[in-house]
């Protein structure tokens, strides 16, 4: 059963209806020990920074976060929810994130090398470029995907970059790190892509659950 985090910043309903498309089991939660029992979580993401750390904190659900990356069960992060996974954003301000990956969220600069300006958020369908092997990406071709964003995870260590996007920027698009999971973009309006993308990540869950073969 697949647990989507409830903390209220979340596009909660695309993300269960591609679940539903899927004929995955999920269900909703912002309860601590509902969530700790799920064979595999994601994090969703709307809005602040700020706002969302401090809401998963206030919840007791960065700490139950930590409990389940450390567990070995497959966690996803989404749009904002990948940001969290961070240590740091500079969204309003210096604001401490998660920590279970290392790097740090800035905003796009919204100049080009050459001074030109371009827009910012970064809204639209971009290029994904595969950077390294990874099962989140078994039987992919690279295509296009849906961003909607204006902060990224700036110089992202290669180590966990897993494919990326150039918006005037490398773009870290899809990280990982043991069992952690996140994707910049919205893999559940990203089309068949996306939807390939969650199913590999249920295959994941299922192959976590079954354990060692």
């Not at 996974?85 to 279970?100: C, H, K, V, Y």
């Not at 849906?146 to 698009?173: G, M």
């Not at 043991?178 to 089309?191: D, L, R, T, V, W």
């Amino acid at each position: 059963m697949i647990g989507i985090i409830d903390y209220g910043m979340g596009n909660l309903f695309s993300v269960s209806k591609a679940l539903e498309r899927l004929g995955a089991g999920y269900f909703l939660s912002g309860n601590r020990a509902e969530l700790a029992d799920a064979d595999a979580l994601i994090l969703p993401g709307v809005g602040s920074f700020r706002d969302a750390m401090f809401l998963l904190k206030s919840e007791g659900l960065a700490d139950m976060l930590h409990g389940y990356a450390a567990s070995g069960k497959p966690l996803l992060g989404i749009c904002l929810g990948m940001q969290l996974l961070f240590e740091e954003s500079e969204e309003n301000g210096p604001t401490e994130g998660l920590g279970i990956l290392p790097g740090k969220v800035e905003r796009f600069s919204g100049l080009a090398d050459d001074g030109t300006p371009y827009k910012v958020p970064h809204i639209g369908w971009n290029k994904l470029k595969f950077a390294k092997e990874s099962p989140i990406l078994a039987g992919l071709n690279e295509g296009h995907v849906y961003f909607v964003h204006s902060y990224f995870v700036k110089a992202c260590n290669p180590e966990f970059l897993i494919a990326k996007a150039d918006y005037n920027e490398e773009v870290a698009a899809v990280v990982g790190k043991g069992n952690i999971y996140g994707m910049q973009f919205h893999p559940e309006k990203s089309g068949p892509l996306g939807i390939q993308l969650l199913q590999n990540f249920l295959n994941l869950a299922e192959a976590a659950k079954a354990g060692p073969t």
